[in-house]
């Protein structure tokens, strides 16, 4: 059972939702769960199970307190129908054991598409190899998204814009965690951005390289289009924390950066104290 709820909360991630996973870490006396059983939620689904009964109906809401507020816990629970002076949560049970349970939030690694594969494209890849994260290119020339360019990629899609997006909705976009418009001509970019923005929850991410008046046009295009204002600010526009970047590495280097304090809800440039 371990390998299946491992392989579902895999699969998960890799869909681009955050679970929560709890794993039974020790056990004393009578208890339903033994170590190693695990339990996966999602804001939708859960998969596996700890045991059953009144303790798994407790972790399975601290689980979706802790998809929440993103911070694990290890919670001890004592399966008595009193306290008794024991350590720990007591629930109504009478087994009669202890047992400690490891809860922890799980967010899926960053999974960015690049629209356009020239050199900034390049230049991101190379600097997210380090960080383990996932590429995928998308690109209206062959040469552009070949594998012998992007051995590494996920996915390397060789479409029109309108082609690709005719194929996506908001449910298969979520695969992404961001959507780089990096394209060689304005029009595919713009095009990219209405259409993503038009099957947009929030969720991928979308950044536009551009200059100021760029974006201004692709604004007034997306307000042309029927697009919200609150969905067309949600845009980054230019990517990239401001480091006076130049160069495709330097440029790459700030869009990383820019990525890092997306995903874990920081404004970048904040101080970050450690006590």
């Not at 998204?145 to 996915?155: F, M």
Request: one cysteine or more; glycine letters at 10%.
């Amino acid at each position: 059972m371990t390998q299946r709820v491992l392989e579902w909360a895999t699969s998960r991630l890799r869909a681009g939702e955050s679970i929560a996973l709890a794993s039974v870490i020790s056990a004393q006396g009578s208890v339903p769960g033994k170590p190693g059983a695990h339990m996966a939620i999602t804001d939708s689904e859960v998969y596996g199970t700890i045991g059953g009964a009144g303790l798994e109906m407790k972790v399975m809401a601290h689980l979706r307190e802790i998809l929440v507020t993103k911070k694990g816990r290890v919670e001890t629970y004592q399966l008595h129908k009193e306290g008794g002076g024991l350590s720990g949560t007591p629930l109504n049970s009478l087994c009669g054991g202890i047992l400690t349970v490891a809860m922890e939030f799980i967010e899926p690694m960053p999974h960015i598409l690049l629209a356009g594969g020239g050199h900034c494209a390049q230049a991101i890849a190379d600097a997210s190899a380090s960080l383990s994260w996932s590429i995928s290119v998308l690109d209206i020339r062959p040469e552009y998204a070949s594998v012998e360019l992007w051995p590494d990629a996920q996915e390397r899609i060789v479409m029109k814009p309108e082609e690709f997006l005719s194929g996506e909705t908001v449910e298969s976009l979520s695969r992404f965690s961001h959507i780089m418009l990096l394209g060689h001509d304005w029009a595919i970019d713009e095009t990219l951005l209405i259409g993503l923005l038009q099957r947009s929850e929030g969720r991928p991410r979308i950044g536009c390289i551009g200059s100021r008046s760029k974006w201004k046009a692709f604004e007034k295009s997306a307000i042309d289009a029927g697009i919200s204002q609150k969905l067309i600010d949600s845009v980054i526009c230019p990517i990239g924390v401001n480091i006076g970047a130049e160069s495709p590495q330097e440029i790459a280097i700030a869009v990383l950066a820019q990525i890092i304090a997306d995903v874990k809800g920081v404004e970048p440039g904040a101080p970050n104290w450690r006590d």
